[in-house]
């Protein structure tokens, strides 16, 4: 398997670690540019091997699969989807699924995100008076042909969920490749950004996790954020590993699990 890593990932401080960590493997690979709003890739090797990617949205989730590079990416993505499979240990069972423009509302501070893992835009905290004021935005540029913020570069019908504002003490993101968690990173405590190592996790967030990909798995490599509230874990969302932030995981341990996964699989 030969990797395409795009060179302008931006806010990835393990961007070097993980190249690095590459190298030592021996793994085949590529630096590639990705053209923004375009379908033009710069850097291509000229190859016939099997590929796979890691880097922007846009690179995992369209243009992998219009040139068929793998990427772990499928509608099991979709929170309607894996919602299912985890009802119980979800940060939010008590949500309501509609379109961007129209949801109802019940909460005056509540949380939204797109359902579908396009990164349509990032999940936030807002209020409803904020929630109009972005739905008459939105409405706004796409009669006017212009604008392109994360904030307006969606559709009006985009399928969101809007659940109620939690008190979170700590959230984690693990690694998951091959049934097994390759690596983890706390990247927030309380209302602070902050990362740190895999020493920082504690017991029972692995087993935690350890206990709900036992149960179901999206795919063969994915990445999963859980949260501890109220003294216990939940899982916040899942997300592609192709394209997800690498914090202050072990980027090692995480290149050396998905080669073996390709070594064996392709």
């Not at 690095?20 to 016939?48: A, M, W």
């Not at 509540?110 to 349509?120: L, M």
């Not at 929630?131 to 307006?152: H, L, N, P």
């Not at 399928?159 to 939690?166: A, C, E, L, T």
Request: glycine content about 6%.
């Amino acid at each position: 398997m030969h990797w395409l890593i795009e060179n302008n990932v931006s806010n990835e401080d393990q961007y070097e670690a993980f190249i690095e960590s590459i190298e030592r493997l021996g793994i085949s690979y590529t630096k590639i540019q990705v053209i923004p709003f375009s379908h033009e890739v710069i850097g291509l090797p000229d190859i016939d091997e099997p590929m796979s990617v890691y880097g922007s949205v846009r690179l995992c989730n369209i243009l992998a699969p219009e040139r068929g590079w793998h990427t772990f990416s499928n509608q099991n993505f979709d929170y309607e989807v894996w919602s299912k499979h985890w009802a119980g240990h979800l940060l939010n069972d008590d949500v309501v699924i509609g379109q961007f423009q129209s949801i109802a509302i019940e909460w005056d501070e509540f949380f939204i995100r797109p359902c579908k893992d396009n990164k349509a835009f990032t999940g936030t905290i807002t209020t409803k008076s904020d929630y109009y004021d972005w739905v008459d935005k939105v409405r706004i540029v796409k009669a006017s042909g212009y604008g392109s913020s994360e904030d307006v570069n969606f559709d009006l019908d985009e399928i969101v969920m809007v659940s109620p504002v939690q008190n979170i003490q700590r959230e984690v993101r693990f690694y998951v490749v091959d049934g097994d968690i390759a690596t983890h990173s706390t990247y927030k405590l309380g209302s602070k950004t902050q990362y740190h190592g895999e020493e920082f996790t504690d017991t029972d967030a692995i087993e935690f996790v350890n206990n709900v990909i036992s149960m179901w798995q999206p795919d063969d490599a994915f990445v999963i954020d859980v949260a501890l509230v109220n003294n216990e874990y939940k899982i916040i969302e899942i997300n592609c590993i192709n394209c997800s932030g690498l914090y202050k995981s072990n980027v090692g341990k995480l290149a050396g699990k998905l080669h073996r996964y390709f070594e064996d699989n392709f």
